[in-house]
């Protein structure tokens, strides 16, 4: 094991509290225990029978072709589209009426758009693109805000099968520029800028930095117009939205295509500079997005009323804000804005304004809630809350706690659900009704999910013991890899273990048997739940003249699980520029906001150390371990295997000088 996995592994507490589900619960619940038999008895007969929660245009005959492993075919000779499974066919049902999203602006204006509203929006967004060239196959690119308009989009695209490849609307234009071109984007849907904390930050200047010194796969840019005001204009190219919608027909026979066929990508950072575009089809995917999304949060479609969160630029966002609810025919919240704009109590106030039974949200978030207080929440009536879910990293049992008795009134069973980007949907979980959960674990593999925790040599450990958390069984919603690069595919994923995916992540059994998911043991870190490379940032940070080195750790952050530390070494010969600029304060406000400009004010580091030496092996490695030791303030590990031992007392004194 590496090092980094020991650190996380003896850090765990030990949490014997567990909570039984109220009978009440168990009786109403969706997910029954039987799932679990099911599956274990045949697992590809469970997913064949999942798969039935959705509608083919032509039904499948085979369930699984994992001959070409890692490469999974599932449900390859069916035929669906994922718009219409996800729309359309609830209005034919009858239900056009029924609020599919209730969208809440940061300014506290609302709008409702129902089922059959949903229909006749992307129908016409599916005709606009079409309109544009966009094909199916044609990647787009989606760079907007929290606002109904991205689910509309993501659901245009999948409506004309064009893979969509949605950008996180806080990362930068370079990262931007560097997504558009790996996926070769036809056209980009933005807005003209977006509402955050009173203010109204651009957007669409983001997407014309990008596009005026690369993007050239791009042919046209729609633009939503959301915050009003003077915006640049390209003509030829920029296409308003709310004009082509005037003219666009509501009318559109969805495009019908294989099982197989890329629903979208989604770039997410790796051990590598260079994000991976993750790919996820179509008929396994939506499967087990309706599947766990139903099961986990106990979906009721006619009563409940599910807020999840996440940003559509994660996969959270894609999952569980579009595809999984709207199959389920959801009724769902839809906020713009951030949990204290304009004030504290906004999250709280629109949980009782919507009456919100099912809630999906971050540890981060919730210790932010913890931190401004308790008597926050409680000037709001919470009561219609029946659910809680926690996502994006390891709960401590401490704010696990306060969720539950703080926000869930002690009565919401918590799911803590475990997955990834390239897991495409929730594999570990408790159901709620069913098991008795425990604060800070995420429990047990869902019903048809093989996961396990291995030690170095791929060897199941004991219950009690750490090591390595791997998936055993391909599942429906895999990624079926990344993008222009299967070899890197194979290489991160499934080189680690023979015919084990390795997720990256170190796991314990506790002595139930029950997994507690305890960190990356790679060179990602997770902040605010939102991964984020060192090896990204350390390439942002040398893209800058003045630096020569750069190392970055994730450090233990009370509020956002990790913070990025960087320590750099300073280029010589530039000390006059750094001079004149203002010396080593204004250096370290360049680099923060270089590594904004390159990546996106997320990666911002939160501190960064100008050194002169970085720690390193004799290899030259260098040795991150010990330089989060440092930013932890630990005393820092074993320094045997370093080319220079004295490194880390220069650097140690370094940092106690600066505080
Ligand atoms: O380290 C795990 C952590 O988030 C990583 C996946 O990040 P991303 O692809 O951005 O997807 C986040 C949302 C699904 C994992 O490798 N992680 C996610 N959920 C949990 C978690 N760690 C512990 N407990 C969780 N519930």
């Known amino acids: 094991m590496s090092d980094d996995a020991a650190t996380a592994i003896e850090n765990l507490s030990q949490e014997t509290r567990t909570f039984s589900p109220s009978s009440e619960f168990v009786q109403n619940a969706v997910a029954r225990p039987s799932l679990y038999q ?57 239900h056009g009426d029924q609020a599919a999203i209730l969208a809440e602006y940061e300014d506290g204006t609302d709008a409702t758009y129902t089922y059959a509203q949903v229909k006749d929006e992307i129908s016409r967004m599916a005709n606009v693109l079409t309109d544009l060239g966009v094909k199916t196959g044609d990647r787009v690119a989606i760079y907007l805000p929290m606002i109904p308009e991205a689910a509309f989009a993501m659901l245009a695209c999948a ?29 980009v849907i933005t ?35 959301r915050t009003g005001g003077d915006v640049e204009w390209t003509e030829g190219r920029d296409v308003w939205w709310h004009e082509a919608r005037e003219d666009a027909s509501a009318e559109h026979e969805p495009v019908w295509v294989e099982a197989e066929h890329p629903l979208f990508i989604l770039y997410t950072s790796g051990t590598t500079g260079n994000p991976k575009g993750i790919i996820h089809t179509t008929g396994g995917y939506l499967t087990q997005a309706a599947y766990t999304h139903r099961n986990v949060f106990d979906i009721k479609p006619s009563t409940d009323v599910y807020w999840c969160t996440a940003d559509v ?65 409680a000037k709001y009536d919470l009561s219609s809350l029946k659910l809680l879910g926690s996502v994006g990293e390891a709960i401590n049992p401490e704010a696990w706690m306060w969720y539950r008795r703080v926000i869930g009134g002690d009565r919401c069973p918590i799911v803590d659900t ?53 998936l055993d069984k391909p599942w429906p919603a895999m990624l079926r890899g990344i993008w222009g690069d299967p070899e890197r595919f194979k290489e991160t994923y499934w080189s680690r273990f023979e015919g084990l995916y390795f997720a990256g992540d170190g796991a314990k059994r506790d002595e139930d048997g029950d997994i507690w998911l305890l960190g990356r043991v790679d060179d990602v870190m997770n902040i605010s739940g939102h991964r984020l490379s060192t090896m990204e940032i350390e390439s942002a940070l040398v893209s800058h003249e003045w630096v020569a080195e750069s190392a970055v750790v994730g450090a233990a952050d009370e509020t956002t699980g990790q913070a990025v530390v960087a320590f750099v070494i300073l280029r010589g010969g530039n000390e006059d520029a750094i001079a004149e600029a203002g010396g080593e304060d204004k250096v370290i406000e360049t680099l923060r906001a270089h590594v904004g400009k390159e990546i996106g004010p997320i990666a911002k580091p939160k501190r ?52």
Request: proline letters at 6%; aromatic letters at 8%.
């Open 418 to 470: 475990w997955w990834q980007t390239e897991t495409g949907a929730i594999m570990i979980s408790p159901l709620p009704g069913i098991t008795a959960t425990k604060p800070g674990s995420a429990q047990v593999p869902l019903p048809g999910i093989g996961a396990d925790v291995v030690d170095e040599s791929g060897k199941p450990v004991e219950n009690g013991e750490g090591g390595y958390l791997v």
């Open 608 to 659: 960064i150390l100008v050194v002169t030496e970085l720690p390193k092996t004799r290899s030259g490695k260098i040795m991150r371990r010990l330089l989060r030791d440092v930013a932890e303030n630990r005393t820092v590990g074993d320094t045997q295997t370093l080319a220079d031992a004295s490194v880390m007392d220069l650097i140690q004194e370094g940092m106690s000088s600066k505080g």
């Open 191 to 225: 807005a003209d800028g977006q509402n955050r904390r009173g203010k109204q930050l651009p957007l669409k200047p983001a997407v014309d930095e990008a596009l005026a010194t690369g993007g050239d796969s791009v042919e046209k840019v729609l633009v939503v117009r």
């Open 313 to 377: 630029g994660w996969v959270t966002g894609h999952t569980y804000v579009v595809y999984g609810p709207m199959a389920n025919r959801t009724t769902q919240v839809i906020y713009e804005g951030t949990p204290d704009s304009p004030h504290q109590g906004r999250w709280w106030e629109i949980v009782e304004k919507h009456k919100v039974s099912k809630f999906y949200s971050s540890p981060t978030a919730i210790r932010t809630a913890m931190k401004w207080g308790e008597d926050i929440p």
């Open 38 to 94: 099911e599956a274990e008895r045949d697992r590809l007969a469970f997913w064949r029978s999942a798969a039935s929660l959705l509608s083919w245009k032509t039904p499948f005959t085979e369930t699984l072709d994992w001959t070409d492993a890692p490469f999974a075919r599932w449900f390859a000779d069916g035929t669906l589209n994922v718009a219409y499974n996800c729309v359309d066919r609830h209005v034919e049902s009858g």
């Open 159 to 187: 409506r004309i099968g064009a893979p969509h490849s949605v950008v996180f609307g806080g990362f930068s234009a370079d990262a931007l520029r560097s997504r558009i071109e790996d996926a070769e984007a036809r056209v």
